[in-house]
């Protein structure tokens, strides 16, 4: 092994380890539907739906970049609520949407 690669591959050493104690977006979203969600007094799932922004947040893209992937048809389901139209995206279409855009390293 080169030298550069030896130092990449130090580097990146710890990063399993400290990524194995990261909470998925799946975990995270049961926990917060657990929170949130009292019907009867017994806790249902419930649906999460995020705006526009916090999707270009998380994916480190423009607003635009996502209304046009909308307008073109790419990207995760969406859903418009009242009168106004605001679109929304479910937690759950769009970890669905990064697990099948997942590109996995050829070797």
């Known amino acids: 092994m080169t030298r550069s690669k030896l130092r990449v591959v130090e580097e990146h050493a710890g ?4 990524l ?3 909470p ?14 009292l019907r ?3 806790r249902t799932p419930r649906q999460l739906f995020f705006d526009e922004q916090w999707l270009a947040s998380r994916w480190g893209v423009e607003i635009k970049t996502i209304q046009k992937w909308r307008y ?5 389901a969406w859903h418009k609520f009242g009168e ?23 070797n």
Do not use: C, H, Q
């Open 40 to 42: 009867d007094g017994r």
């Open 15 to 18: 990063e399993s380890e400290r």
């Open 84 to 106: 106004n139209g605001a679109v929304r995206y479910r937690l759950r279409d769009i970890v669905a949407f990064e697990k099948i855009s997942r590109t996995l390293p050829k």
């Open 24 to 37: 998925t977006y799946e975990v995270l979203a049961k926990e917060l539907a657990k929170m949130t969600s």
């Open 20 to 22: 194995a104690n990261v």
């Open 72 to 76: 073109e048809g790419v990207g995760p």
